[in-house]
């Protein structure tokens, strides 16, 4: 599947805006676990970070595939759109399932980057990837929701001005049916800081700005319900398709990045007296990266034209997390591995890129419910859970 040739300028365009982020800023921020602000502003000013939003709200409405295009390219340049990958898909939730005047009244501030909706709130400590199960609760009172619960890995929650929360409205054992009784709110984390709102930090292996988030009777205006009450999983999953996507595109990208890296550094460097890249021990692992690659690349093309045709694409975006992730991971092993020692000297870069990509596997959702997906949805086999 050849990609189309429009989306060659907006590739160039982002080409030309990573240089201005190189291994320094990166590795300084990696070191700090400080956030990108500088790159984020230049993205949004691009009007990157609002590929995805229609021209009418303001957004640069372009298709699935430019988005998944600039999400490569990001990662492709050794930079990690990580950081605000989330406010180009989260937005989608409100697109699809808000009403006019939520509409109106979100996606032209998050068009022009001025609030920033990039967290995401949905896995809890106790209920990890059974999301039905979860815990944090939304009790109406009057003319607000009072919320209280706790979320865990919400990344970037010090970094955005919105929330996309799901939270239980209808007891389990009262609901209408198993998916029943959840709902989705946008909740303003400016107002609700304030009030019942903690947001602590969790340190990890890379710069990801994640954080647990804790909510002690957290009022959320009636207004900021997404959709009808009690529907909420149903549009979650709605937006899942295109994380899928874009995240399996940042792969893509960084697969990329290990690849070139490995195969430059295996032409250039000499040992026993000729190029390590001459030897089939060091170049048939780079080869097999770049197949595994392309392959994956495949799939999120394929998964990113049913998108924009409107077509049911859960199996391929799915499939194409899966296969993306598992090639940056196999490529960021193989880029260490050429490298030798200096795979693990920080200047290189190869192990910050090789402890970002690894999230791929896990998050947003793991390689094992993904094949438990394609085994249930597409192989008809017994649900497994
Ligand atoms: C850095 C980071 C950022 C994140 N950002 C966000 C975010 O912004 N918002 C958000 O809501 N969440 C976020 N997450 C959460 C992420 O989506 C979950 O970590 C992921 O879905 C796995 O859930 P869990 O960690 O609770 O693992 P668990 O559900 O506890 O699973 C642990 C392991 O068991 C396996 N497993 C569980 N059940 C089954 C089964 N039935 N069959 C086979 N294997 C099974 C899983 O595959 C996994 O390998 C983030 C996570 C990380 C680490």
């Not at 320094?24 to 500088?38: F, G, Q, S, T, V």
């Not at 209280?148 to 209408?176: C, F, I, Y």
């Not at 991971?329 to 490298?339: E, L, R």
């Amino acid at each position: 599947m050849t990609e189309a040739a429009d989306l060659a300028p907006i590739r160039e365009a982002v080409r030309a805006l990573c240089p201005n982020f190189p291994g320094e800023y990166w590795r300084r921020l990696d070191r700090e676990r400080a956030y990108p602000e500088e790159f984020v502003a230049a993205l949004t000013k691009a009007g990157f970070l609002a590929a995805l939003i229609p021209e009418e709200y303001g957004g640069s409405g372009l298709t699935m595939n430019a988005a998944a295009a600039i999400m490569e390219e990001i990662q492709a340049s050794g930079c990690n759109g990580a950081a605000c990958h989330a406010q180009m898909y989260t937005m989608g939730t409100v697109l699809r399932h808000g009403s006019t005047e939520q509409k109106r009244r979100y996606l032209p501030g998050i068009a022009r980057g001025e609030s920033r909706l990039q967290a995401f709130g949905v896995t809890e400590p106790t209920s990890g990837t059974d999301t039905l199960s979860l815990r944090t609760t939304a009790t109406r009172d009057g003319d607000h929701y009072v919320v209280n619960g706790q979320k865990v890995w919400t990344s970037r929650a010090e970094h955005s001005d919105l929330m996309l929360l799901l939270a239980r409205t209808t007891p389990r054992e009262q609901a209408k049916s198993r998916t029943a009784g959840l709902s989705v709110f946008i909740v303003d984390m400016r107002e609700a800081k304030n009030n019942g709102l903690t947001i602590r930090p969790i340190r990890t292996m890379m710069n990801h700005a994640t954080t647990e988030v804790f909510f002690e009777n957290v009022r959320v205006p009636a207004d900021n319900l997404i959709g009808v009450e009690g529907d909420g999983f149903r549009y979650i999953l709605s937006g899942m398709n295109a994380e899928r996507i874009l995240i399996a595109a940042e792969c893509i990208g960084d697969a990329k990045w290990f690849i070139a890296k490995a195969a430059s550094y295996a032409r250039e460097r000499v040992v026993f007296g000729r190029p390590i890249g001459q030897n089939q021990g060091v170049q048939f692992p780079i080869a097999r990266s770049y197949i595994g690659m392309r392959a994956a690349e495949l799939m999120v093309r394929e998964a990113a034209a049913l998108y924009e045709a409107g077509k049911d694409c859960g199996a391929e975006a799915n499939m194409a997390k899966h296969l993306a992730a598992e090639a940056s991971w196999a490529a960021a092993d193989m880029c260490v591995q050429t490298h030798g020692g200096f795979g693990f000297a920080e200047e290189f870069d190869i192990e910050r890129k090789f402890r970002e990509t690894r999230l791929y596997t896990v998050a947003p959702i793991s390689t094992n419910l993904i094949l438990s997906y394609v085994a249930e949805h597409v192989l008809g086999l017994p649900r497994s859970y």
